[in-house]
């Protein structure tokens, strides 16, 4: 493993995090979160989804939240989408770059968009020629490619080849994502191994929940499979609504807080991130699923007591 080696992290916080919560944060307090972010050197951030609005009132002010962050071509701003018409609406206020879900487990897909996983496939053509004629970057996240909650195991080759249908219709990025945090590292490596043979590590991305505990191990494996850019959330944020108990995101302070201590090079501010992390404790208004929030940096040193116990 080339530790010396860039690995981005991609924040999916202020969608995928923010998604889950009770609390509905105004665009105000996305906007302070997204410039913090932008503070720390994250360079991809998905800022929100164009989705209908009774099922993620969350997602509501996407479009305004958009309209206010900065025109910049140095950070690459996407947002969810579910079908067409989520495309057009992201196209309406300009977004330069949507991200569509379909799921490698017909039955997750069928409950999260009500289409099987071949039909998803189909509505990509047109979605695509939509992008190809408004100059949108089309990135795809493979959901439930390392397991479905519903299905249990996933084939490999059934992950491989719908990639395959992703490269036919040029999608511009393909996501790996573990949904539910289903996924081990020797999993990790072997899936990541075989689709590295189909794309280039700047092609491919890895999402993953750590709701089992081991999606650290499962970012370092895919990195030893080839793989260079992985999502995170903030503070560890996320879940999947249609899995019980599948609870957030790896967190992206303790993914940059890993690879930094190991030699890895991120570019990210880390104490930036952990400032941005309090902030959004204070908004969500609960503790945070991150790690080195709570615990600190790994060479944090604490004062010796004296020996009546003092500091």
């Known amino acids: 493993m080339d530790f010396s080696q860039m690995i981005r992290v ?13 609390k509905v944060l105004s665009v105000e307090q996305k906007l302070q979160l997204a410039s913090m972010l932008i503070q720390a050197n994250i360079k991809q951030i998905e800022f929100g989804s164009f989705v209908h609005l009774k099922l993620v009132p969350q997602m509501a002010n996407s479009g305004e939240l958009f309209q206010h962050l900065p025109n910049s071509s140095d950070i690459y701003f996407v947002a969810l989408v579910p079908n067409l018409k989520g495309v057009e609406l992201a196209a309406s206020y300009g977004v330069p770059a949507v991200n569509f879900v379909l799921s490698a487990s017909n039955t997750h897909n069928l409950q999260n968009v009500r289409q099987t996983t071949e039909q998803s496939l189909a509505s990509l053509k047109t979605m695509k020629e939509y992008c190809q004629e408004t100059d949108i970057k089309l990135d795809v996240s493979i959901a439930t490619a390392f397991g479905c909650p ?20 040029q999608v511009h990025r393909i996501t790996l994502a573990d949904t539910t945090g289903m996924a081990n590292p020797r999993q990790v490596y072997e899936l990541v191994t075989r689709i590295r043979k189909l794309i280039s590590s700047e092609q491919l991305n890895l999402h993953f929940h750590n709701t089992r505990g081991m999606g650290l191990a499962n970012v370092l494996a895919a990195i030893e499979a080839g793989a260079t850019s992985f999502d995170a959330a903030l503070g560890g944020l996320g879940g999947c609504p249609f899995a019980p108990g599948a609870t957030g995101n790896i967190s992206t302070e303790d993914v940059v807080h890993m690879l930094e201590s ?47 116990g003092n500091n």
């Open 10 to 22: 991609n924040d999916v916080m202020l969608r995928d995090g923010l998604q889950m919560e009770e």
């Open 262 to 308: 190991m030699g890895f090079q991120t570019n990210i501010d880390l104490d930036q991130l952990l400032d941005a992390a309090k902030i959004l404790q204070r908004d969500v208004g609960h503790e945070l699923a991150s790690s080195v929030l709570q615990a600190g940096k790994y060479n944090r040193k604490y004062p010796i007591p004296d020996k009546e």
């Open 150 to 169: 519903f299905e249990g195991e996933v084939a490999v080759e059934r992950v491989v080849s719908i990639a395959e249908q992703l490269l036919e219709n």
